[in-house]
């Protein structure tokens, strides 16, 4: 008979998302990634359509590459400062997903991304830290001052803050430069009670290495990405999809 309904259903589709101990008053450090914005139209750099397959890290990322051919490098930051400021280009499901955490988690977010777009800041969120540096903005390589920009830097410029012309570079963490406020995140990582990284390739350090730490701090760790990163398996839990869909499942 058709009375009696089956008591086993059909599990959804996907995994199940991992659920923690995690005591509301223990600190979470998030690191975020190209991936977290790829769904806002916004190139990841590895990936097959990625950044790096179209121009070579050491032509337009290194010091070097700067000082051999400035205004390519400008060209290059001009192009994506532009790119940012496309009325299309807006924060998504996930960046609004972390924002709405920071304003709810008793025991503090802080977020630490990679990515020098503005669209966790766009969304909301407050607690957060630049590590690779801010594309709008440009810092004077003769008087030190950071300054907003939203538009192309020209060559032999000068300098708003000292006049000094030819002096702005992209505020931004080149390879081979010491990343931002390296102590801040050290300090986060020994003391919170969870690690998440999102939409991160874990190619690049030391950002690749905030997952051992956090670990060797006691911490919880999961990785949210597309599909699982070569260091997948230095998480406890992993969850896999788009940014859009796998974010605001574990918020909520
Ligand atoms: C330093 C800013 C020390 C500019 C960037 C240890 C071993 C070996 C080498 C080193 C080491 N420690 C340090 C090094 C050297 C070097 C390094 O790591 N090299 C690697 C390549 C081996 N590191 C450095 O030079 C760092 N500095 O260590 O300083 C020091 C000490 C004393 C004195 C001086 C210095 C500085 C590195 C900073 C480089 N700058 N960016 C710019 O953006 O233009 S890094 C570059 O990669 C990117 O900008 C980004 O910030 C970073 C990370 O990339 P990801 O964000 O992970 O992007 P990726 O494309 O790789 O991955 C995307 C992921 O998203 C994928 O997994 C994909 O599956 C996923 N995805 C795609 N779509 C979605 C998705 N996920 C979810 N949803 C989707 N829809």
Redesign the pocket.
């Known amino acids: 008979s058709m009375a009696t309904s089956p008591d086993v259903r059909p599990q959804s589709a996907g995994a199940p998302m991992p659920t923690f101990d995690l005591s509301p008053r223990q600190p979470i450090v998030i690191l975020t ?4 914005s ?2 806002s139209g916004l190139h ?4 097959a359509d ?1 950044i790096w397959a179209r121009v070579r890290i050491e032509d337009v ?1 290194t010091p070097e590459g700067f000082e051999r051919d400035p205004e390519r490098v400008q060209g290059f930051y001009n192009a994506r400062r532009r790119g940012l400021l496309e009325p299309e280009v807006q924060p998504n499901a996930a960046h609004h997903a972390l924002a709405r955490l920071e304003a709810a988690w008793p025991g503090g977010v802080l977020l630490v991304t ?3 777009d503005d669209l966790h800041e766009r969304a909301g969120s407050r607690n957060l830290i630049h590590m ?2 801010e594309l709008m903005k440009v810092r004077c390589t003769a008087c030190g001052s950071v300054t907003r920009r939203d538009h192309d830097v020209v060559t032999g410029e000068p300098c708003p803050a000292c006049g000094s012309a030819g002096s702005l570079r992209p505020h ?8 931002l406020e390296m102590e801040r995140i050290q300090a986060a990582l020994e003391g919170c009670g969870l690690f998440v990284s999102i ?10 290495g905030f997952v051992a730490e956090a670990r060797a701090a006691g911490a919880m760790t999961l990785e949210l ?3 699982p ?1 070569h260091g997948a398996r230095l998480f406890a839990e992993g969850a896999y999809g ?2 859009t869909s796998v974010v605001p499942a574990w918020v909520e």
Request: charged fraction near 15%.
């Open positions: 990634g190209a991936g977290i790829r769904e990841t750099f590895r990936d990625g990322a990679q990515n020098i690779h540096g931004v963490v080149w390879f081979g430069e010491m990343p939409g991160t390739s874990g190619n690049v350090y030391p950002a690749a990405n597309l599909e990163s788009p940014a």
